[in-house]
């Protein structure tokens, strides 16, 4: 019976009752009684999908442990890689969601897998443009509705933010040199 048991908690699938009759008498236990008892009287009760991982036993033996869905990824062009290289086909800007106002620079780029996507251009001023190759990492700009990716500054032919002070290794900017 406890082996038998614990391949039901190991093992996901759905376990019927009759796979839990012991093969010979065993002496007698207080959990087998109440597993017994409480297995008899409950009714059918579906698990919520959300709530899936905190599972009473009892749940989990009836029908098993539900498999969860995988998470949608917030950069799908980038799947399993950290950057990738793209080539500029436009470059402009955009307006902000309600709250923010201003012009946020973005550029429409077609990265080495084909795909086009929208990136945002961090920091101040820029020098992309038309055909120029840039470095794609992920990463979406609040405020700005469908862009989902950031473009690497101090990589390629995007330069680095000239003159920053704090945060210099986000925007590609070398620590200033002091007299």
Known sequence: MPLTFLRCLVRPAVISKASFAP???LRPSITAAAFQN??????AR????SRAHKCTLIQVLRQGRIARKARKLRS???????????????VGTTKPKKPNS???KIARVRLSTGKVITAYIPGEGH????HSVVMVRGGRAQDCPGVKYHLVR???????VG??????SKYGTKKPKTA
């Open 163 to 168: 003159s920053r002070i704090t945060s210099r």
């Open 76 to 90: 799908p062009q980038l799947k399993d890689r950290p950057e990738l290289k793209g080539v500029c086909l436009k």
């Open 127 to 130: 020098n992309v443009q038309q």
């Open 154 to 160: 101090g990589a390629l032919d995007l330069g680095g």
């Open 102 to 104: 201003g012009e946020r």
């Open 38 to 43: 409480a297995t008899s009287f409950l009714p």
């Open 23 to 25: 093969a010979r008498p």
């Open 46 to 49: 579906s698990i919520p999908s």
